[in-house]
C-alpha cells in the first residue's frame, strides 16, 4: 500500500527526470551541431532532458572519459566513509607502471588521496586511478566489477569497462548517452568540480620531483562557466570530452565522441554549450537535500522525519515560452521497515500535467530513522488511545 499525497500547485514549466528527448527530436534535422563528432548528445542535469542528439547510443571507445566512473566510485567512497581525503596511500608497482596520461607515481611513493584525486581529475593521471581503484576495492580487477555493477544500477545497457582508465582494451566500450548519465551521476556530488575545474595545480609542491598538473580540458580555461568533466584520446577512441558548465541555476553536460582534433572536439562542445544557453532557462523548485515534506511515524526514535530529495529538481522551457500548470504530488510509503537509513529511498515527488506524468524524482529520508523503544511505543500508544476516548 501507498499513501497518496497532494503536495502543491504552481505556475512552472514542464519538467522531466529521466532522459527525454522532445527537444532534440524537434530540432535535430534543423541544427548543425557537432557534425563531424561520431557521437554527441546535449543533457540538462536536473530534469534530465535531452536537448540534442546524434548517434547516442552508438558503442565507442571511450578512451580516459572511462575515469568518470571511476571518479563516480571514489566520490561514493568518500561518501561513504571507505576513504578520507586526507588517507596517505602506499603506490604499488602495478600503479606506478600505467602508461600513458600519468602523474609519474613511482612504487612504494607515498600520496594523499587529495593529491591521487587531483592527479585523476585534473591531469587524467592512468597511475593514480589505479593507486584509488585498489585502495578501494584490493585490486584494479575488483574495482572494475564495481563499476560493472553500478552501470547495470543505472540501467546502461550500452556500456562495458575492462579497466578503470580507458587504456585500449578488447569489449570496453560506451556512449554519448551513457558518458552523459553517468557524468549526471557524478555531478551528484557535488564537490566533484572542485577538482575538476581547475586548470593548473601542483603535487609534491617545493619537492625535487614537483610535478605540475595542466588540465586535460582547455575549455575550463577558455569557456565560461565550464567546470569539468574529462577529456579522452586514443588512435581508436580519436578525440573525446564529456564537459559541463552551470549558467544562470541551469547546468547542462555536452559528450562529444570520435572527432579528429582537440580543436575539433572542443569547437563542438563549445556550440552544444551555446545552443543550450542560448535557447533554454529553467526554474529550479528545490535545492539538493531540501526539506520537501515531513511525516509522522509511530514507530520510529524520532516521530517527525523530514523528507528530501537528494537531487536538485528544476522545470525546462525554451526561452520565451508560455509556462504551463503543473501538478505536483508526493507518494509516501505507508508501511515502513525500521531502521531507515539516510539516503534510502521512501518514495517519489510526481510533476504532472493533468493525469500524465512529467517527471519522477526520489525522496529520500534526512538521517538515519531508528526503530522507537519498547517503553517509548508504549506510552505513545496510550497517548493515542487517549485522544480516541
Known amino acids: 500500500m501507498k499513501k497518496y499525497i497532494t503536495f502543491f500547485t504552481l505556475m512552472i514549466a514542464i519538467a522531466i527526470t529521466v532522459p527525454f528527448s522532445v527537444f532534440a527530436e524537434e530540432n535535430n534535422n534543423a541544427l548543425k551541431l557537432a557534425e ?27 578512451a ?27 603506490v604499488s608497482e602495478r600503479a606506478a607502471s600505467m602508461g600513458g596520461s600519468q602523474i609519474f607515481l613511482e612504487a612504494g611513493e607515498e600520496m594523499s588521496v587529495n593529491d591521487l584525486l587531483k592527479g585523476v581529475a585534473i591531469a587524467s593521471g592512468n597511475d593514480a586511478s589505479v593507486a584509488l581503484a585498489e585502495t578501494i576495492s584490493g585490486s584494479e580487477e575488483s574495482f572494475v566489477e564495481e563499476m560493472n555493477k553500478k552501470v547495470k544500477e543505472l540501467n546502461l545497457e550500452n556500456t562495458k569497462f575492462q579497466n578503470t582508465t580507458g587504456l585500449p582494451a578488447e569489449d570496453h566500450y560506451s556512449t554519448a548517452y551513457d558518458m552523459a548519465i553517468i557524468a549526471n551521476e557524478l555531478l551528484k556530488y557535488e564537490t566533484i568540480t572542485e577538482y575538476t575545474s581547475v586548470y593548473e595545480d601542483y603535487l609534491r609542491k617545493g619537492q625535487d620531483n614537483e610535478f605540475w598538473l595542466v588540465n586535460t580540458n582547455k575549455l575550463v580555461r577558455f569557456y565560461p562557466d565550464v567546470d569539468g568533466l574529462k577529456t579522452g584520446y586514443t588512435n581508436e577512441a580519436k578525440y573525446c570530452l564529456t564537459a559541463t558548465a552551470e549558467r544562470n541555476n541551469m547546468r547542462v553536460i555536452a559528450v562529444v565522441m570520435g572527432a579528429e ?5 572542443n569547437a563542438m562542445v563549445s556550440g552544444l554549450l551555446d545552443y543550450a544557453f542560448n535557447q533554454f532557462e529553467t526554474n529550479k523548485l528545490f535545492d539538493k537535500d531540501e526539506k520537501i515534506t515531513e511525516v509522522q511515524l509511530l514507530k520510529s526514535k524520532k516521530r517527525s522525519i523530514d523528507i528530501v530529495s537528494n537531487q536538485s529538481v528544476s522545470t525546462l522551457h525554451k526561452k520565451g515560452e508560455t509556462e504551463k500548470d503543473i501538478t505536483t504530488e508526493i507518494v509516501l510509503e505507508e508501511d515502513w521497515d525500521l531502521p531507515v537509513k539516510k539516503g534510502e529511498e521512501v518514495g517519489k515527488l510526481y ?24 517503553l517509548s511505543l508504549l506510552k505513545r500508544t496510550m497517548q493515542e488511545m487517549a485522544k480516541i476516548r
Open 36 to 62: 563531424d563528432a561520431k557521437s554527441a548528445i546535449l543533457l540538462e542535469q536536473d530534469t534530465g532532458e535531452i536537448l540534442f542528439n546524434k548517434n547516442d547510443h552508438e558503442q565507442l571507445p571511450p
Open 64 to 90: 580516459s572519459m572511462t575515469k568518470i566512473m571511476t571518479l563516480l566510485l571514489i566520490m561514493e567512497a568518500l561518501e561513504e566513509g571507505k576513504l578520507n581525503k586526507e588517507e596517505i596511500i602506499r
Open 261 to 265: 582534433s582537440p580543436k575539433e572536439r
Open 351 to 374: 510533476v504532472k500535467d493533468g493525469e500524465k506524468i512529467l517527471s519522477e524524482v526520489p525522496l529520500t529520508v534526512e538521517e538515519d530513522v531508528e526503530k522507537a523503544s519498547y
